[in-house]
């Protein structure tokens, strides 16, 4: 059987895998079509341009951020899976 978390709350993510995570939802949840500015992006998670870059990499790896200098935006796979199963209400 996989590990499930409890209940009672998820298991905590460590801080990359977290800033992985918002900057995804980010991403996907009403996006603006020209992307956002790894600054502006910066600013409203709380997280420092550094950590939004590299998130921003990683997450461009997988297939699911596409980066252009310094301005960051969804990729149509994360798109298409947040319209197939929407991450928020």
Do not use: C, N, Y
Not at 23 to 47: F, H, K, M, N, T
């Amino acid at each position: 059987m996989h590990d499930h978390p409890s209940p009672g709350g998820q298991p905590q993510l460590p801080p990359f895998e977290r800033a992985q995570q918002l900057l995804l939802l980010e991403l996907v949840v009403d996006p603006p079509r020209e992307g956002d500015r790894i600054s502006d992006l910066a600013s409203r998670l709380q997280l420092s341009p550094s950590m939004i870059t590299t998130a921003a990499e990683v997450l461009a790896e997988a297939g699911l951020a596409k980066m252009d200098g310094d301005v960051v935006r969804a990729s149509p796979t994360a798109l298409r899976f947040e319209a197939l199963w929407p991450i928020a209400p």
